[in-house]
T-cell receptor
């Protein structure tokens, strides 16, 4: 069985300060992990992905995430928030099950960036 | 390269009606998956098709069905609509069968009155 827990439903940061969005996962198999971003009334856009290569993954728009197997975490960070980063962020785990590849989405973290 | 296209973008139906939503994947992508997004339940997986075969299905009632055509375009159908079916329905395509990376459309927003 696999699951994803996003530890914060809402995160508020000031523009120019660091961003940390937390994600823990559980998976019976070696997982692939993703972070997606969704702006209002839009589809999801891939920020970055981990697929068993380097544990520190760099994505678009200055975001990065570190895969920590011992902590079963895949937290998303950015050194300095921009106003345009305000959106909903989803952590996703993809892993192999008896019925094929399955995807589990976290509940999402809403990021608010204040001036 | 055109992205994933979903039609219609918005629609309003009444309880008991049925609805069909369409998804055109990125050219060359053979995997199409569908998701329901609601404020209460978040993003939930509906089903995934690869080369016209349903490979995986989420925990939804039989009123939700889908299919994929030989050109990889996919449709999903919801029959006997209920108020709780109001949601944003997202379609995603993938170029590899192991779903390593998904490309999402902008969704079809269904309102059931």
């Amino acid at each position: 069985a696999q699951s994803v827990t996003q530890l914060d439903s809402h995160v508020s940061v000031s523009e120019g300060t660091p961003v940390l969005l937390r994600c823990n996962y559980s998976s019976s198999y070696s997982p692939s992990l993703f972070w997606y971003v969704q702006h209002p009334n839009k589809g999801l856009q891939l920020l970055l992905k981990y697929t068993s290569a380097a544990t520190l993954v760099k994505g678009i728009n200055g975001f990065e995430a570190e895969f920590k197997k011992s902590e079963t975490s895949f937290h998303l960070t950015k050194p300095s928030a921009h106003m345009s980063d305000a959106a909903e962020y989803f952590c996703v785990v993809s892993s192999l099950s008896n019925s094929g590849y399955a995807l589990n989405f976290g509940k999402g973290t809403s990021l608010l960036v204040t001036p | 390269k055109a992205g994933v296209t979903q039609t219609p973008r918005y629609l309003i139906k009444t309880r008991g009606q049925q609805v069909t939503l369409s998804c055109s994947p990125i050219s060359g992508h053979r995997s199409v998956s569908w998701y329901q997004q609601t404020p209460g339940q978040g993003l939930q997986f509906l089903f995934e098709y690869f080369s016209e075969t349903q490979r995986n299905k989420g925990n939804f009632p039989g009123r939700f069905s889908g299919r994929q055509f030989s050109n990889s375009r996919s449709e999903m159908n919801v029959s006997t609509l209920e108020l709780g079916d109001s949601a944003l329905y997202l379609c995603a395509s993938a170029g590899r069968p192991e779903l390593v990376e998904l490309f999402f459309g902008e969704g079809s927003r269904l309102t059931v009155l």
